[in-house]
Every structure is written in structure tokens, then in C-alpha cells.
């Protein structure tokens, strides 16, 4: 029997259950939602207008999500792990927390955060490594309804302040520090910095995970272990009766100019989608661990190792450190350890390991293994075939999920082992997803082998609603570039079956190592060096990154110090401001850089000089000072 109803088994149902969202996605929509558990009906499945922008999926109805990823499981699989927590250090034992358990931690720590006064629509900033008290907080933020914004531990004071602000936040979850391969970061001394600029947070929960010495502010800093000692274990907290349109979390991700913005998703909608994702694409079945290996900072971590996984009732893994440390076999020792089913990873990542070579991963049978993902960024044929012959060993599908911290969840990809696989394309759109090519002048363009910019024209659950803070701000984004339609900022392709290739955003977001990154935010972050005039920001393709970070800066300061010099103080400043995965890794200083009269950088002139592709620069008459062009050329890195 099936365990959720709503799983596609054939590609007979694919093809009908894809047949009945376009006929009537409310009501497709309606009979996947009935199998969650909601306190209150809605009363429409779906009203929408994509002008301004307006998205409400079932509308009036009650629920919380926590009640679905925990108390509905309690009665027939309370034994059952929800979570393994792989350590840093491999010595350190793993920990197997049931879904009891993890019902019994979240009910004390939401009855902790209540206690200190935090309440229904606070604001939650979560900055933790990943550990599970990281999947604790963001579900007791959920439990209570307060709206979690989760922030990877990889940002800087700067950038976390800028977010805690942005949200106003009343309360942070942080650790003492956080291990990382061979590092340590001190994660709660960030905090104390980003704090002094940022008034609205009352109350900080402190994690230990490191036994770093902090300083803990009386009557601000708490730590989680004697907090939660306070609620005796059994406690039960009332879960927070939520709209279905209530935000459940804000998630900040990067666009093409200013400051990140916040994504916020709802209650309701991003639950159905999720789950409904998580069950379909990866096939899951009960009993199978899921080992995402994202981290929760980011839309994968999310839907993939909390909500979409512990709604279905999975078993979801959660690994502190990363692919290479102590060494290249790591993700391979977890997978045999664990007995891990299903594998979801970045390409980033598949490229590293490659790279190191395939001894690592070749004294591993990986039985257990049935399916493997990639997201995050276009996956390479080359990696794809690694991927698939030495860690599938031939017999695992692979689905390619593409979607953003926008949509949710996962938008286009195959469905494994169902629909067919076909190397670098993510292939078909899920169920009640509509994609379509558009050309500049917004005509859609019809039938296959063409390609263009990739809009979605009908709503899905999971939406991104709002910007926080800033509707006009999401309308601008998403939704203006071609009215009624929400615009992914990516490029694709389709090809003669109806197959999608993504080929990579068209708009100034850098996929570095599947992080998104402005180059707006890391050309702010270098000019705040001092001495530097101007700078502009492209990418290029890194074989390792996907893209690498290029920039040309005009420096005017003191010429005592060496370019050498200059490039890694720039760098610092870069780490300050934004953190380390927004460095670049090429500085090139100019004279000038190529504008139009107007003032306007001329951008694809600097990507090809980047992209070492400058025989044919194309139009640059219309240049201001077309000689700054020949002398950049001369001086590319
Ligand atoms: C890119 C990550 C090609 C794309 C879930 C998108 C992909 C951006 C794929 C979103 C894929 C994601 N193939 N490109 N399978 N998956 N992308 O918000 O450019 O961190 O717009 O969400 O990553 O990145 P985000």
C-alpha cells in the first residue's frame, strides 16, 4: 500500500495527476491538502492575481505545521527517528532522536520562548551550525507561531545585524560556536557584535556546543540547557492555532540590487508543497533516510531536511560538517554508517569530491542507496556521470531539482525512477507547475527546441508571498518584468521532448558554489574598503565554484602598499562585511571602467573579458571611453 496517497507511482499518474492540475489546480490542490491535518477548513482552495501580487491558498483555514511534522505522528510511529545527527568529528557518537523526542524538545523549547514573552508574528533570528537544536528552535519558533529567519552561520556580524534589523527581531537562537571541518567558528561573539547594532532583540538563547567561553549579558543571554532544565519533560504546548496565510518563516536571499531581501513564505501553502515535493520527487518511502546535505541556513535545509521530511514522517539526517573533512570519504563513511537511501547534494560538492579523486568513493558498495539529487545550480554532464557511476554505481536515478528560496520547493526535476532522467536538465515541471519561455519583448514563446527567460504563469502553494517589509519591493522583483506572470530571474532551454535545461540567471545574481550572491552587495562591500573608488562584480566559470567571483575595482589610495597586498586587505573587508562566501577570487585594479554615457557599467563587456572570451566584445560605440576597454583587456587576470 501506498503510505500518501498523493504519490505518483507511474508515469501513467505523473501524466494524469500533471493533467488534473492544469484542468483545475484548485481542486488538485484541494484533495492533496485534505491529507494534513488542519484544526479549521478553508474556504477557498486558491484566490490569486499575480499584479499585485495577491496569492492566498486555503484561505481561513487553522493549522500548524508543527502539529503535522510531530503530534500526528505520535500515535502509530512515536518510536520512529525523525532525525540523525551526524558530528563534525567522526569519532563523536551520532545521535538518533526519535519522533517523541523531538516532540518532547520542541514542546519545552516553545514553552521557554513563551516564557521569556515571545509570542505569535515575533520575529526569530536562528544563527546556529547544524546541529539539532537548530531543527529544535526552527520548529518551536513554528509551534508557538512565531516567524523564524534563519541565518547561515557562514555570514558575517555585519550581515547578520543587517538581517535582525531588517526583521526586527525579538529574540536570537545562536551557539556558543559551531564546528566546521577543521575550523571552529564563534558564532555567539558574532552575535554580541551584530547585537550592538540592533535594538530590537531582547533575549538571545545560547546553545553549547563547543564549551567556547562567552560572554553571556545578564538578563539578554540565556543558556538553552538551563532553560529548557525550567520545563519539565512531558510539557505540552498548546500548538498556535495559525491562518493558513500566516508567515510561517522570512528566509534572505539575494537579487539583483540592494540589500538581501526577506522571502516570506506561509503557513499553510508551503506545507502542502514541501511535502507533497519531498514524497514525489525523491519517491520516499516509509522508513528510508533521507540525507540532505544543505545546510538549514539555506530553502534546501528547510523544506528538505525539516519540514518536507518530518510533515512525511521520514527519517531525516543532519550532518554538522562538510564533504572533504577529515577527508574525501566522509559523505560515503555516512552514507554506509546510516544506511542513507536517498542522497541530496550540491554539484559544488560533487565537483569537489571528484576532483580529489575516485579512490575515495570506490571502496564504498553504497547499497543502500536508491536515489540521488542535485541542487542548487546547473549540474555539468561531466559531474552528472561521476555522480551516477561512482557513487549511484549505475543503478540510482538522479533527479536534478531546480527551484529557489522563492518557490519553496522543488519546481522542475525529474521524478525518480518514474519520469525519465536525461544528464544537465531538470526535465519536467512538477504537478500544478506551469512554466513557460519568454522572450525580451515578454511573448511567450511556444513549442520546443527554443529557449528563454523562465516564468511561471499560475500560482503554486508554497509562492514566495512578500518581501518582508517592502510588498513593492517583491512586485518589482517578481512580478513586473512580465505582468502576470512570476519571473524566476533564470534562463532555459527546452528541448524537442518538453525537457527543461536550466542554463543559469540572466539577471546580476552569482551562483558561487550554489550560494546566491548580489553582485550589488559584494561591489558595496569593496568599496566600503578605503581607497577604493568604484568597483563592478561579474562572474566566471570556475570549475570547481560553477562561478567564480570576478572584480575590477579602481583604487585611488596611498600607493605605498603591493597589489598583493591591496587584493587581500580588500578581501578582509569583503569577509567583514559580507562573509567568506562572497569573496572574490580575482581583483583586478583598472583606470576606468566601460560606461555608457549615461553612466550605466556595461557589464557584458566585463564578463567576457572575464570569461576570457574577449575577441568579439560586441557593440562598444556607445562607449564613453572606449580605450579603458583595451586596457582592461590588457591587464585580465
Ligand atoms: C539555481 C536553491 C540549475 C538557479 C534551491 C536558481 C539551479 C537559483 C538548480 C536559486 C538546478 C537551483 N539547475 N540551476 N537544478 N537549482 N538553481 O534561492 O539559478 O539558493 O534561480 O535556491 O539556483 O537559488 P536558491
Known amino acids: 500500500m501506498k503510505h500518501y496517497p498523493y504519490q505518483i507511482d507511474s508515469l501513467e499518474s505523473y501524466k494524469e495527476a500533471y493533467k488534473q492540475s492544469l484542468d483545475n489546480p484548485a481542486a488538485f490542490w484541494g484533495d492533496i491538502a485534505r491529507n494534513f491535518s488542519w484544526m479549521h477548513s478553508w474556504k477557498n482552495v486558491l484566490d490569486w492575481n499575480f499584479e499585485e501580487p495577491s496569492v492566498k491558498w486555503f484561505d481561513g483555514a487553522k493549522l500548524n505545521i508543527t502539529v503535522n511534522c510531530l503530534d500526528r505522528h505520535l500515535e502509530e510511529h512515536a518510536s520512529d527517528i525523525a532525525l540523525i545527527f551526524d558530528a563534525n568529528d567522526p569519532e563523536e557518537a551520532s545521535r538518533h532522536i526519535s519522533y517523541q523526542e523531538l516532540y518532547d524538545e520542541v514542546n519545552r523549547m516553545a514553552l521557554v520562548m513563551k516564557a521569556r514573552g515571545i509570542k505569535k508574528g515575533d520575529r526569530v533570528c536562528i544563527y546556529m551550525g547544524m546541529i539539532p537544536e537548530l531543527a529544535i528552535a526552527v520548529l518551536a519558533c513554528a509551534r508557538i507561531g512565531a516567524i523564524h529567519s534563519v541565518i547561515f552561520g557562514g555570514f558575517s556580524a555585519r550581515s547578520v545585524a543587517d538581517r535582525i534589523n531588517d526583521a526586527q527581531a525579538k529574540a536570537v537562537i545562536t551557539c556558543d560556536g559551531a564546528y566546521r571541518g577543521a575550523k571552529q567558528i564563534e558564532l555567539k561573539s558574532i552575535i554580541d557584535d551584530a547585537l550592538e547594532q540592533c535594538l530590537s532583540v531582547q533575549s538571545v538563547f545560547v546553545v553549547n556546543r563547543t564549551n567556547t567561553p562567552v560572554s553571556m549579558i545578564k538578563d539578554r543571554d540565556y543558556w538553552w540547557d538551563e532553560e529548557m532544565l525550567n520545563i519539565p519533560l512531558g510539557s505540552f504546548c498548546e500548538p498556535e492555532p495559525m491562518n493558513a496565510e500566516d508567515p510561517l518563516f522570512i528566509l534572505y536571499t539575494s537579487g539583483s540590487t540592494g540589500k538581501p531581501k526577506g522571502v516570506v513564505h506561509s503557513c499553510g501553502g508551503y506545507m502542502v508543497y514541501a511535502t507533497y515535493s519531498f514524497v514525489n520527487v525523491f519517491q520516499y518511502q516509509l522508513g528510508e533516510v533521507h540525507f540532505c546535505t544543505a545546510d538549514i541556513g539555506w530553502i534546501t535545509g528547510h523544506s528538505y531536511i ?32 546510516h544506511r542513507v537511501n ?25 547499497q543502500s542507496l536508491r536515489v540521488l539529487g542535485s541542487v542548487g545550480e546547473p549540474i555539468n554532464e561531466e559531474a552528472w556521470q561521476w555522480f551516477h557511476d561512482k557513487v549511484g554505481k549505475g543503478r540510482c536515478p538522479i533527479v536534478d531539482t531546480w527551484w529557489q528560496t522563492e518557490t519553496g520547493g522543488i519546481m522542475i526535476s525529474n521524478i525518480a525512477g518514474i519520469t525519465p532522467q536525461k544528464p544537465a536538465f531538470a526535465t519536467l515541471p512538477l504537478p500544478g507547475i506551469f512554466p513557460e519561455l ?129 587584493r587581500s586587505d580588500i578581501l578582509s573587508t569583503v569577509i567583514r562585511i559580507i562573509g567568506p562566501i562572497a569573496k572574490p577570487d580575482k581583483i583586478q585594479f583598472v583606470q576606468g571602467l566601460p560606461k555608457t554615457r549615461s553612466g550605466k557599467i556595461m557589464r557584458r563587456i566585463l564578463r567576457k573579458i572575464a570569461e576570457r572570451d574577449a575577441s568579439n566584445l560586441g557593440d562598444t560605440s556607445t562607449l564613453l571611453d572606449p580605450s579603458v576597454v583595451d586596457s582592461i583587456r590588457q591587464g585580465a587576470l
Open 306 to 337: 525539516v519540514y518536507g521530511p518530518l510533515c512525511a514522517g521520514a527519517t531525516s539526517l543532519m550532518f554538522e560538517g562538510i564533504p572533504t573533512w577529515p577527508n574525501a570519504s566522509r559523505f560515503w563513511e555516512i552514507c554506509e554508517k
Open 438 to 566: 519568454v522572450n525580451e519583448n515578454g511573448n511567450v514563446i511556444e513549442g520546443n527546441e527554443v529557449s528563454g527567460n523562465l516564468v511561471i504563469s499560475h500560482p503554486w502553494p508554497a509562492t514566495i508571498r512578500t518581501t518582508w517589509g517592502d510588498h513593492e519591493r517583491c512586485k518589482q522583483t517578481y512580478f513586473s518584468a512580465y505582468p502576470g506572470k512570476y519571473f524566476t530571474g533564470d534562463g532555459a532551454l527546452r528541448d524537442k521532448d518538453g525537457n527543461y535545461r536550466i542554463t543559469g540567471r540572466v539577471d546580476d545574481v552569482l551562483n558561487v558554489s550554489g550560494h546566491r550572491i548580489g553582485t550589488a552587495e559584494v561591489e558595496n562591500a569593496i568599496n566600503m574598503h578605503q581607497g577604493v573608488v568604484e568597483s563592478a562584480v561579474v562572474g566566471y566559470p570556475h570549475d570547481l565554484k560553477g562561478q567564480g567571483i570576478y572584480a575590477y575595482v579602481i583604487y585611488q589610495g596611498k600607493h605605498n602598499e603591493s597589489q598583493d597586498q591591496l
Open 342 to 366: 536517498i542522497l541530496y547534494t550540491a554539484p559544488t560538492a560533487i565537483r569537489s569530491l571528484m576532483g580529489l579523486g575516485d579512490e575515495f568513493v570506490e571502496s564504498f558498495s553504497l
